[in-house]
């Protein structure tokens, strides 16, 4: 076996007393948080992390718990308008957008999920720095550069977009999904 595939079974066996720790002092860190690297190297490498200059991790923090609109601020409103709202976004696109907005100069190239409590999930986000010439001179990297990607995490186009937005599956069961659930059901 290779060195990842050990990596990757060790952080499956949950070694409970140590992730209790580290939930411990994440609690009190700032909700986004830049790493010095990736607590979970396996899953990094897997979704495009690089150790490379202009390639970091950013640790997101999460709410957990239904969505609700913001308090009105007065004025009579609709028996059907309720205090919930339906996102149709899973957590981990809510952390890839924060961490899209705290660093703006960046792309979100992908991000995985590190861990959770009963108030928090955490996601690790791996950003890029489309102007660094490393990132410039890689191949793998370059097209976060392309004016076409600028901003593709608010417009689903990471893994966890994708998910949500139901574009994993094709053929049999997926005909309503494309080219958008939206366009789909305005069609003629």
């Known amino acids: ?16 007393n140590s992730i209790k ?17 990736p607590s979970r190297m396996d899953r990094a490498r897997a979704v495009g992390y690089r150790a490379k200059q202009g390639v970091f991790v950013v640790r997101q923090r999460v709410s957990r718990g239904s969505h609700r609109r913001p308090d009105w601020s007065g004025g009579r409103h609709s028996h059907n308008m309720g205090a919930r709202l339906n996102l149709r976004k899973n957590y981990q696109m809510i952390a890839e957008e924060r961490a899209q ?6 792309e979100v190239l992908n991000s995985y999920y590190v861990a959770e409590d009963g108030k928090h999930y955490w996601f690790e986000v791996v950003m890029v720095d489309k102007a660094h010439p490393s990132v410039m001179s890689d191949h793998r990297l370059l097209f976060l550069a392309f004016p076409q990607n600028r901003g593709r995490v608010h417009r689903g186009l990471t893994s966890a977009g994708r998910k949500v937005r139901g574009l994993r599956h094709k053929g049999k069961g997926a005909e309503k999904a494309r080219p958008s659930r939206r366009s789909h059901s305005r069609r003629l």
């Open 101 to 106: 907005s705290a660093y703006v100069n960046c």
């Open 1 to 16: 076996m290779g060195l990842f595939k050990y990596l990757s079974q060790n952080t499956r066996k949950h070694d409970f």
């Open 21 to 37: 720790t580290n939930l411990i002092d994440w609690r009190n860190e700032p909700v986004t948080k830049r790493l010095e690297h």
